[in-house]
């Protein structure tokens, strides 16, 4: 059975530039959340998607948004990049309707510059 | 913001001693998770406890919630090097917030 996939591993952006995130849950889970880990502020939840819809959402800028397709599949999205989201960006998935149980992804590393 | 806040930052302990860790919480909670981290196995999801649970177990794992002091500790038991990694509790009420984590080192 495979696990969160997330692509890509890796990203170097400049500042002023817009990244997607890619996030493939695994088969049958249908709730995807996201998180971004820095040094400095530690693991700190972006949001989460149940079916299609935005359950829950942290206390980011509304530069960083999402959406989940209906394959469960999700997607992260940050425009006007800054050097501060130069972070780990982590997703997880769950077969159940979020709260617990979750499964992690390797994540991406996204530098900005 | 607020935040779990895990207790102590860094913790060494020798191998097949007993780790504690706390988490304080700021705001009324309905589930409070632990995850580790380190790097070979990435971030993983370790432990649920409900708000009307006060201690739940998971083989080397107990976790006890305390809501009148909105505190969780995680106890390990005969600790293995393989525990070497970072702990964090997550709260989970309207606002997910994870703490800064503790670094568990476990000495040969």
């Known amino acids: 059975k495979a696990g969160v996939t997330q692509t890509p591993r890796y990203l170097i952006k400049t500042r002023g530039q817009q990244v997607t995130l890619s996030c493939s849950p695994i088969?049958?889970?249908?709730?995807v959340s996201w998180y971004q880990q820095t040094p400095g502020q530690g693991l700190q939840f972006l949001f989460e998607?149940?079916?299609?819809?935005?359950?829950n959402k942290g206390n980011f800028p509304g530069r960083f948004s999402g959406r989940q397709f209906s394959n469960s599949r999700s997607e992260m999205n940050v425009s006007t990049l800054e050097l501060g989201d130069s972070a780990l960006y982590l997703c997880?998935?769950?077969?159940?309707?979020?709260?617990?149980?979750?499964?992690f992804g390797s994540g991406t590393r996204l530098t900005v510059v | 913001s607020q935040q779990g806040e895990e207790d102590p930052q860094a913790l060494s302990i020798q191998e097949g001693e007993n780790a504690t860790m706390n988490c304080s919480y700021k705001?009324?909670?309905?589930?409070l998770q632990w995850y580790r981290q380190n790097s070979g196995r990435g971030l993983v999801h370790l432990i649920l406890?409900?708000?009307?649970?006060r201690e739940k177990h998971s083989g080397r794992l107990r976790v006890t919630l305390d809501t009148s002091k909105k505190s969780s500790s995680l106890l390990i038991t005969a600790s293995r090097a393989a525990d070497t990694a970072s702990y964090f509790c997550?709260?989970?009420?309207?606002?997910?917030?994870f703490g800064k984590g503790t670094r568990l080192h476990i000495l040969p």
């Open positions: 997880a998935s769950s077969s159940f309707e979020g709260n617990y149980g979750y499964t």
């Open positions: 088969s049958g889970h249908r709730s």
């Open positions: 998607y149940f079916s299609e819809t935005q359950r």
């Open positions: 705001t009324s909670i309905n589930n």
């Open positions: 406890i409900r708000s009307n649970e």
């Open positions: 997550e709260d989970r009420d309207d606002k997910i917030i």
